[in-house]
């Protein structure tokens, strides 16, 4: 008599592009395999669809300085709102400014970043980051009358269109009641 783990089992898996696979000849051990692995695939990141049906992995990068979960580029480089921040705080003074008590030789991660500016400072360039990309103060309120400007725009055209549009109803309204008086 087989035991449990060895009974044999059909597997049905459902493909990225919607086919069927189906395997017959499996173990219940191997499927409880197969199965952690595809769970542990899947929650490797989140997923997305992009508009076909399909889902696709959604690639989540760490951030390059601290190993964070990271939210975008900031200044040329995949960082965490901590560390963007933090550069843009630190990047324009010069580096004598900061000590390192373990000469120069700080880890950074998530944990120890708030630890040692200097090593933190030091890894934000060694990553790449841009200390050309900060915004000066007046670049950020040319750039926020900007965003202003724009926004004030578009919404002066959809108001315009909304306009348009209500004219064109009002009158289409108009022609068939006339339409409808004209044929009594």
């Given amino acids: 008599m087989s035991s449990n783990s060895d009974r044999a089992t059909s597997m049905v898996e459902v493909m990225d592009d919607g086919s069927i696979s189906m395997d017959d000849d499996i173990t219940e051990v191997d499927y409880k395999q197969q199965s952690r692995t595809h769970t542990a695939r899947s929650s490797a990141g989140s997923t997305s669809s992009n508009g076909t049906g399909t889902k696709r992995q959604k690639d989540i990068s760490p951030c390059y300085v601290c190993g964070a979960k990271a939210?975008?580029?900031n200044f040329d480089q995949i960082t965490c709102e901590s560390c963007k921040a933090f550069f843009r705080r630190n990047a324009l003074k010069s580096m004598e400014k900061f000590r390192c008590r373990n000469n120069d030789s700080c880890v950074v991660t998530s944990v120890t970043r708030k630890r040692c500016k200097r090593c933190r400072?030091?890894?934000?360039?060694?990553?790449?980051?841009?200390?050309?990309?900060?915004?000066?103060?007046?670049?950020?309120?040319l750039k926020r009358q900007k965003i202003v400007r724009n926004r004030m725009i578009k919404q002066?055209?959809?108001?315009?269109?909304q306009q348009q549009t209500n004219a064109t109803v009002h009158s289409t309204l108009q022609i068939n009641t006339k339409t409808i008086e004209v044929s009594f």
């Fill in 71 to 73: 939210n975008g580029y």
């Fill in 121 to 141: 400072l030091a890894k934000c360039f060694q990553v790449g980051m841009r200390k050309e990309w900060i915004l000066t103060d007046e670049e950020k309120t």
């Fill in 156 to 161: 002066q055209a959809q108001l315009s269109l």
